[in-house]
């Protein structure tokens, strides 16, 4: 099963529900596919709940872009809580996004967030990924285990988490890795998972920045990819469907 997930990140209105409603009717009609993959989509806390009961029986689920590290209720202003989240009825959220990272979200407070999303029975898509000075220094599969070690806890299961392997460098500039070293991460990653959690679990990894209905041709041959988490080509219906219809060519 590959994951098409799409992260709409500061963007979308009420009427933005009509992208969701394309994506929806096409993946209804492709019958020859849609078996084999799930598209999530997550649009901003403002439509969550709204979206959420519209598309309750559908193939897609939504899914939140972030959680509070604080549980239940609290004198939090501005903050959503994954318990919060749960009671919306949405399965789903991403922590860890790169964007976060970069205004402040540390190890510390990841940990924080995926312990209470883990408490809330959430479905967690955690992103990792090293930035341009540390893919210079060769120091990627080192920023990448770290980022995994400091936050998630030894004795998880992994049967509620996907890890998105996201290089900053590559978010939003149209820049890919390269097959073969995408192939090469992926594999060092799993084979650090698989040797420092004692996971029942499979893992599940998908890659995310800059994918379109273009770059997505590279990653088709690429094994251990579980699928993609989707930014800028994931707030036009057309684009995202065109991403899944080339994927499948
Ligand atoms: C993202 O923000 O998670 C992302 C992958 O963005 P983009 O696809 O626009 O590079």
Not at 22 to 44: E, G, Q
Not at 161 to 169: D, G, K, L, R, T
């Amino acid at each position: 099963m590959k994951y098409f997930i799409g992260n709409w990140k500061m963007f979308g209105i009420p009427g933005s529900i009509k992208i969701i409603e394309r994506i929806n009717n096409f993946l209804s009609k492709d019958k020859k596919n849609n078996k084999k993959y799930k598209v999530i989509i997550a649009p901003p806390f403002t439509l969550l709940s709204s979206f959420n009961r519209k598309f309750k029986n559908k193939r897609i689920s939504l899914c939140a872009q972030n959680c509070s590290q604080f549980d239940n209720f609290g004198a939090h202003t501005g903050s959503v809580s994954a318990y919060m989240i749960k009671a919306v009825g949405i399965k789903h959220v991403i922590i860890g996004h790169s964007e976060n990272r970069a205004s402040g979200e540390n190890d510390v407070i990841l940990r924080k967030k995926l312990f209470t999303a883990i408490q809330n029975n959430l479905n967690i898509i955690f992103c990792i990924g090293e930035n341009k000075t540390q893919k210079r220094n060769k120091l990627t599969l080192q920023v990448l285990k770290k980022q995994i070690k400091n936050v998630i806890m030894k004795n998880c299961n992994f049967k509620n988490i996907i890890i998105a392997y996201e290089p900053v460098w590559s978010i939003g500039t149209g820049k890919i890795p390269k097959p073969d070293e995408l192939q090469k991460t992926l594999i060092s990653i799993k084979k650090f998972l698989k040797s420092h959690f004692r996971s029942k679990n499979s893992f599940k990894i998908l890659y995310g920045g800059s994918v379109d209905y273009k770059s997505i041709h590279n990653f088709k041959l690429i094994k251990d990819l579980d699928g993609f988490l989707i930014g800028g080509a994931s707030k036009s219906s057309k684009k995202f469907i065109d991403i899944i219809k080339n994927f499948y060519k």
